[in-house]
């Protein structure tokens, strides 16, 4: 058993990201209608949303600049919000879908059963995923790099939540201890894994930003503006094909940073 784990952990340890980035692509090819099955409930809202905004129930010829103005930034922030939300549902039901392939590949997949492990973990997920999405934002405002980092250090956090039953403060520095184990590669998949919605977020919004400085370097003029339209928001729905990838990467790290430190995997499994 000990020299199992050892050499698992070896294994884990010699395998880079190249290596988990092609296993993510094989097994996503292979259970391409288990995942997208998984994205389109995820992004069953955001869909009704785009749909709505679309098709324009409201006329903004007959809105004032200030009713016009609150009504699009309650259709961005509920964009945005059921974006958020399908990125989650998709990650954490794609997390024991990707467990069971690996470990059990026999066994029939049932994503009613993986919607039910989020249903009970919910609550941890949803105030981890706040903490940290506040420590990647206050991390990138200082200079990029400790945004980077503190995404990297977390990366595993949402695997953590739905398969092990640490609460908040207990996932963060579960997810930190495994992250350390393969530090590199979750920093490869991290990036990978922010770099593919950000294209799609391109793809589907237009951004404006400018900034002019005075010859002392201090702000003269700053301005930020995006618009878009109910066409150009249904790019945003490539996120169907895109979000489970990203969480198969997720699931499969997770898996792999287990092995680097020589765990078993059988309470996994079961």
Same mark, same amino acid.
């Given at each position: ?5 050892f050499?698992a ?7 880079g +990201? &190249? ?5 993510a692509?094989?097994l996503?090819?292979e259970?391409? +209608?288990?995942?997208i099955?998984i994205?389109l409930l995820g992004?069953a809202?955001?869909?009704?949303l785009a749909?709505?905004? $679309?098709?324009?129930f ?5 809105m004032?600049?200030?009713? $016009? ?7 961005f922030t509920a964009?945005?919000t059921s $974006? ?7 990650? !954490?039901?794609t997390?024991p ?7 059990? +590949? ?11 492990t $989020?249903?009970?973990r919910?609550r ?7 903490l940290v999405?506040t420590? *990647?934002?206050?991390g990138?405002?200082?200079f *990029?790099?400790?945004?980077? *980092?503190?995404?990297t250090?977390?990366?595993l956090?949402a695997?953590v939540?739905i ?6 403060f207990?996932t963060l520095r ?10 590199? &590669? ?13 294209l799609?977020w391109r793809?589907?919004?237009t &951004?404006?930003?400018?900034?002019q ?5 201090s702000?003269?003029?700053f301005?930020?503006n995006?618009s878009?339209?109910g ?8 996120n169907?094909?895109v &979000?489970?990838l ?16 020589g765990?078993?995997l059988r309470? !996994?499994?079961?």
């Open positions: 058993s000990n020299a199992a784990g050499a952990a070896l294994r884990a340890s010699w395998e +990201p &190249t290596h988990l980035l092609r296993q692509f094989a996503y090819s259970h391409f +209608p288990t995942f099955k994205a992004y809202p955001f869909t009704l749909l709505v905004n $679309l098709a324009d409201i006329d903004g010829q007959t004032s600049p200030t009713q $016009l103005m609150v009504y699009a930034a309650a259709v964009m945005v $974006l958020l939300f399908a990125y989650f549902f998709v990650l !954490a039901v997390v879908v990707v467990v069971q392939l690996t470990i059990a +590949p026999l066994r029939p997949v049932r994503i009613a059963a993986a919607v039910s $989020l249903r009970r919910w941890v997920l949803a105030f981890t995923s706040l999405m420590l *990647i934002l206050l990138s405002i200082l *990029i790099i400790p945004g980077v *980092i503190a995404a250090v977390f990366a956090y695997p939540v398969m092990e039953q640490h609460r908040v207990g579960r997810s930190r201890t495994l992250s350390r184990r393969a530090f590199w &590669t979750a920093l490869v998949i991290t990036i990978v894994q922010f770099a593919l919605p950000v799609v793809a589907a919004v &951004t404006e930003f400018t900034l400085l005075n010859d002392d370097f702000p003269k003029q301005g930020f995006f878009m339209s066409w150009s928001s249904l790019y945003q729905l490539l169907v094909f &979000t489970p990203t969480a198969i990467m997720a699931s499969l790290l997770y898996l792999k940073t287990r092995k680097a430190g765990e078993s309470d !996994a499994s079961d």
